[in-house]
């Protein structure tokens, strides 16, 4: 495919019909589910599918279901046009960009639930009802474009995982991939909501990730998991951010590490800088 033959669909009809027809020549398909408003992050996400030589479909939409009370879903960036371009750039075939009422013909009452014990905690108890959207609209989406595999980025870490388990669940034919968080020169994970940033917060939008960093290095050296997360907190709040967490779990389920075992660690963190809310994680191999 040539960088001018991308496909713009806004119906489900539509998109259904130019899938059957790479599907009928035997391609697979590759889906890339974003919000908009694209960063390098999204496009390292289309790239990472491109490799694989099969068609890569990335769907634009601003998914209100996942949005709680009081948040950015009116605000939040709509830039169909430059996604495009940005998106025809990395050869990508096609483009599925449906509006509210194309997904949500009427207002959605089955939705998807996750476990409570992996949906309720970390980012799950400070936007309640965050994933039983995310997975909603991702369910929908794959049952839609039917993908052969789809990409998600780590850095919304909880979300991967309960996407994983939601696709295991229900015996989905949709291989999750896990694509690495995209970061700046100064180690800012780069996000949509970035955009917000005024320049000043924006130069010390990078302390999250110190932050974390600090907490990996403080349990290297022996200081107790409360205690790290403690001081990152206190750090976090003393540079007059607002966090919600900084906390550090098991890689395998997000709950607390076991005390006195080798395990594989993940430190997450979520605050608040002026009006933008930004999360990162870090994995942590080996720790006890």
């Known amino acids: 495919m040539t ?15 130019a899938i059957a027809q790479y599907k009928a020549e035997g391609k697979r398909i590759i889906l890339v ?11 390292e996400l289309t790239r ?14 601003v998914n209100p279901l996942q949005f709680g009370a009081g948040e950015d879903f009116a ?7 430059s996604d495009v371009a940005k998106l025809q750039s990395a050869d990508v075939e096609m483009v599925f960009a449906p509006n509210v009422a194309e997904l949500y013909p009427f ?30 609209v991702v369910l929908k989406l794959l049952n839609i474009t039917q993908p052969d595999a789809a990409v998600f980025g780590q850095k919304d870490y909880q979300q991967l995982m309960i996407l994983k388990r939601m696709v295991q669940q ?9 694509a690495p968080i995209v970061r700046a020169a100064d180690g800012l994970a780069l996000s949509s909501r970035n955009g917000y940033l005024t320049d000043n917060e924006r130069k010390q939008a990078p302390l999250l990730n110190q932050v974390l960093q600090g907490v990996v290095e403080d349990i290297a050296n022996g200081l107790p998991i409360s205690q790290a997360e403690k ?23 997000l709950l607390a590490p076991v005390a006195h075992k080798k395990q594989r660690l993940v430190v997450l963190g979520a605050a608040k800088l002026g009006k933008t809310r930004l999360i990162d994680n870090i994995e942590i191999e080996g720790l006890t």
């Open 33 to 43: 589910p974003t919000m908009g408003n694209l960063h390098e992050g999204h496009l």
């Open 107 to 136: 207002e959605q009452r089955f939705t998807v639930s996750p476990n409570p014990d992996l949906s309720t905690i970390l980012d799950g108890e400070f936007r309640p009802g965050h994933f039983e959207g995310v997975c909603t």
């Open 231 to 253: 001081l990152a907190l206190d750090k976090l709040t003393q540079a007059h951010w607002v966090p919600d967490y900084v906390m550090v779990r098991r890689q395998a389920d």
């Open 48 to 61: 990472m599918a491109r490799e694989t030589n099969d068609v890569v479909v990335t769907s634009i939409f």
């Open 170 to 178: 229900f015996a989905m034919p949709t291989e999750i991939i896990s």
């Open 3 to 17: 960088k001018s033959s991308i496909q713009v669909s806004h119906t489900i009809a539509d998109i259904r019909n």
């Open 75 to 81: 605000s939040y960036p709509r830039t169909l046009e």
